[in-house]
């Protein structure tokens, strides 16, 4: 999408509203009701290495997730774990790989 369409799209809304606050959706595994979103902070044009470019920056910082994340996440919302709790561990198993390759490196060099 371009901003010349999306400047179309709200202008040509039959029931536009120009006072309307501006949303932006994130993708909320697990999540019942509407969908979830953050307000826009600032919309413009990029500069720099952003140049011809039209951003939308939002209120909150957004992450962006792999299809492993989301994956994992549905896992742990369907057996009532939290996510905090599999992000913890998953990096706790990082670390451990990490230091098993260090201690092999060293043994190696012996």
């Not at 919309?43 to 939308?56: P, S, V």
């Not at 994340?69 to 057996?79: E, F, G, L, P």
């Amino acid at each position: 999408m371009n901003a010349e369409q999306l400047a179309e799209i709200i202008l040509r809304a039959p029931t536009r509203s120009l006072g309307d606050e501006v949303r932006i959706v994130v993708h909320n595994p697990g999540k019942v009701g509407p969908r979830s979103s953050v307000p826009l902070q600032v919309a413009g044009y990029g500069m720099d290495w952003e140049r011809g470019t039209f951003e939308l920056i939002p209120a909150m910082p957004l992450t962006r997730l792999t299809p492993e994340d989301v994956t994992a996440i549905h896992k742990s919302v369907s057996a009532g774990s939290s996510w905090h709790a599999y992000q913890a561990h998953k990096k706790l198993h990082e670390r451990i790989q990490q230091l098993e390759a260090e201690i092999a490196a060293m043994k190696g060099g012996q």
